[in-house]
């Protein structure tokens, strides 16, 4: 017998080897393998199986298996073979990306040593010990201090043998030694769970009818929930979720952002208790693997997590939700496969005959099209849960109010203090949003303009006053001397210019100092502990103003919160990117949405020194029919997505002219597109330089009313792309295939 095995390679190719007696029986399509690929051992899948083969070299057998049972579901092999052909993306990339190499049937959960002190010690002993052995002494000193049992490694002792120390100690009867299993922590990422008693209103009753009848079929059937802010999309999600358990079968619940987690897993956790698995990036790799394992063996109901949490292998999978769907972090952006975790849920959906539900305040374009167009089943919820009322906002002119003030460049205009007192002093919250982290963003010559730029990457280093560094958000670059002059003109002038959230957070101490303020962004959430402490402090009223980045802009729920402060309503406006408007224009309307809740009417400030700006206006009068008009027209005047398919070519690599060079050789190949089908570009891209690398890169469009399904684009981009070697990359430069791209930055 003979195995094709395809290897986490960029190359589409796939390689034959024999299968060796012992495993004939075992082995499947789909199965796991180790094999020798040039010189290395590499875990690899197996693609099909053949009693033939052609090859005339000299082959080499598999050497073994990784799992002893199949651990992929035929459900999920389809997945990743659809996956490999929508994203362009070889086999064996996609099979990496599904299932992780470290994640294994075979993984157990640590034994660790741990010790007791003996009933019987006597205190003469203890004495002659201190003397003869100082050292063990001390430990026996220690593991007598801890109450119940001791974990040998977490002994504070310097000693590096330290076991054998211990067996010493156990010989002379001090302690007893045993070895016990310590189960990774998979908790504490939650809320307390929440308690609520639920009265469905008319339109959520609807709204879960329409599920229950879909669920009640077992069919695949898309759902596009669009309800505004606190109109109680998260009930009907739970609501769903019984249901489908009721009938024996699981849910996936995904969420965009790690800072959604610890809440909504509350309200999961009220519900259904331990039949809910967490699945996040700040998982420790032992908790990961141990949390799959026990997915896989059918321990829980229900997974909430982050976009890779649509590949667990749940089975009688009958519910997909796609909370905040418009999200960008559901794309993969960094590696291959550049997949979408909304597009894979509709496919996975597919596979399992199971429901899938996309929930938004604000739908992504492209969904909201997908409805206009009748291909998702539309669920409207246009008010606000228990008569809530929508908050009212305000638009602050920075312009008009530095010209009217005489001062300039200010954080916090007086209107936005005068509302931030107010609710201090009513013991309400306070919601501050800015979409910028650090302190300064730029370090600037007053001189002669130079910015201090990341070595790395085409973009600024930004101050982090904490830390007293300079850092690239790409790359992490770090530069811990403080340039105090030009590189350019040598100037002495130079200056710190703009606001991140560090600047605002001490500017908001000084003035209010006696306030109790947190901030949430990438830098203090670095632990999911943290991320968890602040949010429940917040929701329990220990917290006066939550500030932070666009973590805190969607899907939290916090009653007492009656203001949200927008800094800068104008962060990212004038990105070059045909989906800019969109994202402000959601970012806007899903903070406004935090505020008001509860009881208490809301209110919102955005801050803006464009009042004027379409996105501003429609955005600060909560009006989404008239933006999403606005921008559905703009898109289909210029050919852009929704109204095309896009799929975009970079190059990129270390030497800029080998770059240049590959991108002619690929625009050549490319050569005259059929009709409907159009390029931008090539070009170098906005971020010309990213670690280290430059990037160019072409972007190819096709105009759905021609190619409805995207076939005839992907045909056309795959002749050449699936013939990578005509392209004669050289050295590290290489081609990305990106397939719906979220950013063309
Ligand atoms: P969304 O997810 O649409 O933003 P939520 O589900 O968070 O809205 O609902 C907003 C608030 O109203 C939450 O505190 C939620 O618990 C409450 N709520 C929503 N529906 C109900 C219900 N049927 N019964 C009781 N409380 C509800
Ligand atoms: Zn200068
Ligand atoms: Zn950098």
Redesign the pocket.
């Known amino acids: 017998m003979f195995a094709e095995v395809a290897f986490p390679i960029s190359s589409f190719q796939s390689f034959t080897y024999r299968i060796p007696r012992n495993l004939t029986n075992s082995i499947q399509i789909g199965s796991r393998v180790i094999a020798i690929l040039g010189k290395r051992s590499v875990q690899g899948v197996i693609i099909s199986l053949n009693t033939q083969s052609n090859y005339k070299g000299d082959m080499k057998s598999i050497s073994s298996l990784v799992d002893d049972n199949p651990v992929l579901t035929a459900e999920l092999w389809e997945l990743i073979l659809w996956m490999s052909n929508y994203y362009v993306a070889p086999i064996g990339q996609v099979m990496k990306t599904v299932m992780p190499n470290r994640l294994s049937m075979q993984y157990s959960p640590p034994k660790n040593w741990y010790a007791k002190p003996t009933n019987v010690l006597n205190e003469i002993d203890i004495e002659v010990l201190m003397k003869r052995g100082p050292k063990q002494y001390e430990i026996l000193k220690e593991i007598r201090k801890t109450t119940g049992i001791c974990r040998i490694a977490s002994l504070k002792s310097p000693s590096s043998n330290l076991l054998s120390i211990c067996r010493i100690l156990e010989g002379k009867g001090f302690i007893k030694l045993y070895k016990q299993t310590s189960l990774p922590d998979v908790t504490g990422f939650s809320f307390d769970p929440?308690h609520?008693?639920?009265?469905?209103?008319q339109d959520?009753v609807k709204a879960i009818n329409k599920i229950s009848l879909a669920l009640n079929k077992k069919k695949y059937v898309p759902f596009l929930?669009h309800?505004?802010?606190?109109?109680?999309?998260?009930?009907?999600?739970?609501?769903s979720v019984r249901q489908v358990i009721a009938q024996g079968r699981t849910a996936i619940i995904l969420l965009p952002e790690i800072s959604l987690t610890p809440q909504i897993a509350g309200?999961f956790k009220a519900v259904f208790g331990d039949t809910v698995a967490l699945w996040h990036s700040k998982l420790s790799q032992s908790a990961r693997a141990w949390i799959w394992k026990r997915i896989c063996a059918g321990y829980f109901k229900v997974v909430i997590g982050a976009r890779s949490a649509i590949f667990t292998p749940l089975k009688d999978l009958g519910l997909i939700v796609v909370?905040e769907e418009q999200e960008n972090s559901y794309k993969q952006d960094s590696r291959d496969p550049r997949y979408h975790a909304r597009d894979v849920s509709l496919m996975r959906g597919k596979i399992h005959n199971a429901v899938v539900v996309l929930?938004s305040?604000t739908p992504s374009l492209e969904s909201y099209y997908n409805h206009i167009q009748g291909k998702f089943k539309y669920i409207h919820?246009p008010k606000?849960?228990?008569g809530?009322k929508y908050p009212s906002v305000h638009i602050v002119d920075l312009i008009k109010e530095s010209e009217e003030t005489k001062i300039y460049g200010s954080l916090f205009s007086k209107i936005l203090l005068d509302k931030i007192a107010d609710r201090i002093e009513k013991k309400e919250q306070v919601i501050l949003l800015h979409n910028r982290r650090g302190f300064a963003p730029v370090l600037r010559c007053m001189d002669c303009g130079e910015v201090e730029m990341c070595p790395n990457c085409n973009v600024t280093l930004t101050y982090h006053r904490k830390e007293s560094y300079l850092r690239c958000h790409f790359c992490n670059h770090i530069e811990k001397q403080i340039p105090s002059s030009c590189k350019e003109c040598q100037s002495v002038n130079v200056q710190l210019a703009g606001a991140g959230t560090q600047k605002v957070e001490y500017q908001l101490n000084q003035q209010f100092p006696n306030t109790s303020i947190e901030r949430l962004d990438l830098d203090t959430a670095k632990s999911g502990v943290n991320i968890t402490n602040v949010l429940q402090k917040f929701f329990d009223r220990k917290i006066d103003i939550l500030l932070g980045t666009q973590m805190i802009a969607k899907?939290l729920?916090f009653?007492n919160a009656t203001l949200v402060g927008i800094i800068n309503g104008d962060t990212g406006l004038y990105i070059p990117d045909f989906r800019a408007g969109e994202r402000v224009f959601q970012l806007i309307y899903q903070s406004a949405?935090r505020s008001g809740?509860?009881h208490i009417p809301g209110e919102v400030i955005v801050q803006t020194y464009n009042p004027q700006n379409p996105v501003i206006q429609c955005a600060t009068q909560l009006n989404l029919r008239k933006y999403y008009d606005i921008c559905l027209n703009e898109r289909k005047a210029l050919d852009y997505p929704p109204f095309s398919w896009m799929i975009r070519l970079e190059i990129s690599g270390k030497n800029k002219n080998a770059v240049e060079r590959a991108t002619e050789i690929l625009k050549k190949k490319l050569g005259n597109p059929p009709k409907g089908i159009g390029f931008l570009g090539p070009a170098f891209c906005y971020r010309e330089k990213l670690y280290n690398q430059y990037r160019m890169q072409i972007v190819i469009k096709s105009q759905k009313r021609k190619d409805p399904n995207g076939y005839k684009l992907h045909q056309y981009c795959k002749n050449i792309i699936n013939n990578r070697d005509s392209l004669k990359l050289k050295g590290n430069v290489r081609l990305i295939v990106d397939v719906n791209p979220v950013s063309l930055l």
């Open positions: 929440i609520k008693e639920i009265i469905f209103n959520q929930i309800g505004v802010t606190s109109s109680g999309k998260t009930e009907i999600y739970i609501e309200r909370d929930g305040a919820l606000r849960y228990g809530a899907g729920d009653a949405g809740r509860g």
